[in-house]
């Protein structure tokens, strides 16, 4: 089996990469529209890039509307006003939020109809989008990188995840110095994202030798900073490592795929308004406890990558040591579980039926070692509902 990897034109990572921002500009076009929200606008990115920009001739027109989860209305009205600024190409700034409007809008200022339509391959993006540099402030969704956008369809509370080539950014910028400013709750969901598109990239259906080496990687370096970068911002090396782990996560799972996990995180985010990361977080553990044993041998693989004293393990050891790692972690982070985050129980169950239904029409969980039926996505997400955290300790297999 072989498998198709793409990637942006250009990526710049590390320390100080925001200096190729007027480079990267400028080679796009003479007048950009800044996608963000009024955050970045505050902490000054937004006044310190305009400045950039204006060095190197470059306008920047700013549209900073982005304040939640991306929405069909973001992308509509972000589409006014590009066209109205005559703008020829997008700059994104912030968490996965403004780079996905962005990409949105990137496609929709030229092409027909709603972007809802374009779901599923109903519809192709035929025409080039305008291109799209994309600088992310958190360490998590990778969406710098990928060809997904995810944008909530107000009418019908749906989360449309739309996946085709024209959405892929042209240039990504990934400068850890950004990320400081990020507040540990959002360190921590926007972490277990990312540990989420690595591990479910590495037991897709659809992963391939390529993106199993940037899973692996990206799971490492999860399992090593994020904890370090959640209990201090200000831990450059921890910021930079989670910076690139969520750059090779992204990576990884645009190349392969997203699992169970990520199809029933997005109906959670549209009826109750949880955020991305965080409807991730409280989900793994519970899904990847989901017929362990009928995909322990893959899970396996991972754990002694990240683990070598699994050497000698069975595959169950392994991959339950792999469960017990993401609950020891969703701890010491603390996730909340739906119950505590405050959904009420009889709307929760309410809504099961529906929440299903989305997941299972998002497409997402085929890709899962192990596809459920809609009576188990109900189940799981009873078991989620008011799951604990609860592991052995993890010094050793045994203990």
Request: proline fraction near 6%; hydrophobic fraction near 45%.
């Amino acid at each position: 089996m072989f498998g198709e990897f793409k990637v942006p034109e250009a990526v710049y990572a590390g320390r100080g990469a925001l200096q190729m921002l007027p480079q990267a500009s400028s080679s796009l076009g003479k007048r950009a529209l800044i996608v963000t929200d009024e955050v970045m606008e505050r902490l000054g990115y937004v006044a310190q890039m305009q400045r950039m920009l204006a060095e190197a001739g470059v306008q920047a027109d700013v549209f900073a509307e982005v304040n939640t989860e991306p929405t069909d209305v973001h992308v509509e009205t972000g589409v006014r006003a590009f066209l109205q600024h005559g703008c020829d190409h997008l700059i994104a700034l912030g968490g996965g939020s403004a780079i996905d409007a962005a990409k949105g809008i990137s496609v929709m200022a030229v092409h027909e109809g709603y972007i809802g339509d374009y779901m599923g391959g109903r519809r192709t993006f035929d025409k080039a989008p305008y291109p799209v540099i994309a600088i992310p402030t958190t360490a998590g969704t990778g969406s710098e990188v990928t060809s997904v956008t995810v944008i909530t369809n107000t009418k019908d509370d749906v989360k449309m995840m739309i996946r085709q080539p024209a959405l892929l950014p042209k240039v990504a910028i990934v400068d850890p110095q950004l990320t400081v400013s990020s507040p540990p709750h959002v360190t921590a969901s926007s972490g277990v994202d990312a540990l989420c598109h690595a591990i479910e990239a590495f037991i897709s259906r659809r992963s391939h030798p390529l993106t199993d080496a940037l899973a692996t990687d990206a799971a490492k370096k999860i399992v090593t900073y994020l904890e370090r970068a959640y209990n201090d911002g200000q831990d450059l090396e921890a910021r930079e490592g989670m910076a690139i782990a969520a750059l090779e996560a992204g990576m990884a799972f645009t190349n392969s795929s997203v699992c169970l996990v990520h199809g029933m995180s997005r109906p959670i985010g549209a009826l109750f308004h949880v955020p991305h990361g965080f409807a991730n977080a409280m989900l793994l553990p519970t899904v990847l406890e989901f017929r362990l044993d009928d995909y322990a041998p893959r899970l396996a693989l991972l754990a002694r990558a990240l683990n070598p004293e699994l050497s000698g393990a069975s595959d169950g050891e392994a991959a339950a040591w792999v469960v017990r790692r993401v609950k020891t972690l969703a701890e010491r982070l603390q996730i909340p579980n739906l119950k505590t985050w405050g959904i009420e129980r009889d709307a929760f169950e309410r809504a099961l039926d529906k929440m299903a239904n989305d997941a299972l029409a998002s497409g997402s969980p085929a890709n899962h070692p192990v596809v459920p039926s809609h009576e188990e996505i109900v189940q799981l997400y009873r078991q989620a509902y008011d799951a604990t955290w609860d592991a052995a300790p993890m010094e050793s297999l045994t203990k």
